[in-house]
């Protein structure tokens, strides 16, 4: 039986369908678009919230996307433990409806980047990362003039000590330095997730880093974690109903 | 009924917009301009029967949409 993913599609995503893409015909799972005005999530099973310019990122990134219709049905399922995925302007928004901490600044340098870089995998404890190994290095593309990740000195305090940053910016060999940090986010911060664990967002692209193709298939990883833990899920949940 | 909102970064906050003006300014010569921070600037309309009403409108607009309290503060005013 297949996942469903639900892909979320607000005015100026440009990244959902290479999301639905990696989803539908790279891992062969049942993929839909939601409109941004929808009130449902059409039965999914995982939801993605992908790149793109929502709104022009008029006012601020993810900042009128957040009170889109969908979103409250996204906090819902967030909030029952449904595994939540923001990709870029995904994790902004996520900031911005306040279901992650944080906030992103212009990049240090002013300048939008779009390159590959790494990014380690600190935590193997979430539902998109749990077929990685603790110290991966993948490499994956960015591309966000807005990704330089703020916030409270207690609350980046508080992410650290609950292992709640799960990628960090480094360089090919895994090390955290100030120059492989190619936006200025604190701590090197790529990606975060939330006190339960099910919701992540992080600034690379892992939906265009899934095929040989591309250039690289490390993003594969965070996908085939979500429909292990899923179908692990499943097999309790199975084995619970069964007993 | 019109109120003003300034919505800056809070001083903890890197700004490299303003960091960068300021280092145009300085470049040009003007050695007098100090630090400078960017911020944004908003002008509603307000269908409110009194000043504080509109204040409180535009302090309620402000804090859901405009600015976003982790990084932004703001100032308003009313005319």
């Given at each position: 039986m297949s996942t469903k993913f639900s892909i979320i599609v607000f005015p100026g995503s440009n990244c959902d369908h290479d999301a639905y893409h990696a989803v539908k015909h790279v891992l062969g799972q049942d993929a839909e678009f939601v409109w941004?005005?929808?009130?449902?999530?059409?039965?999914?099973?995982v939801v993605i919230l992908p790149g793109g310019f929502s709104h022009g990122d008029y006012l601020r990134t993810g900042a009128i996307a957040r009170f889109s219709p969908v979103m409250t049905a996204v906090s819902d399922f967030a909030r029952s433990g449904g595994p939540v995925l923001g990709i870029c302007n995904g994790f902004q928004i996520l900031c911005e409806a306040g279901l992650l901490p944080g906030a992103m600044l212009r990049n240090r340098d002013l300048k939008f980047h779009c390159e590959h870089v790494h990014i380690r995998v600190e935590q193997t404890a979430t539902v998109f990362t749990c077929r990685a190994s603790k110290g991966q290095v993948l490499r994956i593309p960015i591309a966000h003039g807005e990704g330089n990740y703020y916030a409270q000195p207690d609350v980046v305090s508080e992410l650290e000590t609950s292992g709640r940053v799960i990628f960090r910016y480094c360089d090919p060999d895994g090390q955290i330095t100030d120059a492989a940090n190619p936006n200025g986010a604190l701590n090197s911060i790529a990606g975060i997730c939330s006190p339960q664990r099910n919701v992540v967002g992080l600034m690379p692209h892992p939906e265009r880093a899934c095929e040989a193709a591309l250039g690289s298939a490390d993003g594969l990883v965070l996908f085939e974690s979500v429909l292990s833990a899923l179908s692990s899920q499943g097999a309790v949940a199975s084995v619970a109903h069964n007993g | 009924m019109k109120a003003r909102v300034f919505v800056t970064l809070k001083p903890s906050v890197f700004d490299p917009q303003g960091q960068t003006i300021a280092d145009a300014l300085h470049s040009m010569g003007?050695?007098?301009?100090g630090d400078v921070r960017q911020g944004k600037y908003f002008e509603l309309e307000l269908a409110s029967a009194s000043a504080d009403q509109a204040r409180a409108l535009a302090a309620e607009v402000a804090d859901k949409l405009?600015?976003?309290p982790v990084i932004e503060s703001y100032r308003v005013e009313i005319v």
């Open positions: 941004h005005k929808e009130t449902t999530l059409k039965g999914a099973d | 003007y050695a007098g301009v405009l600015a976003n």
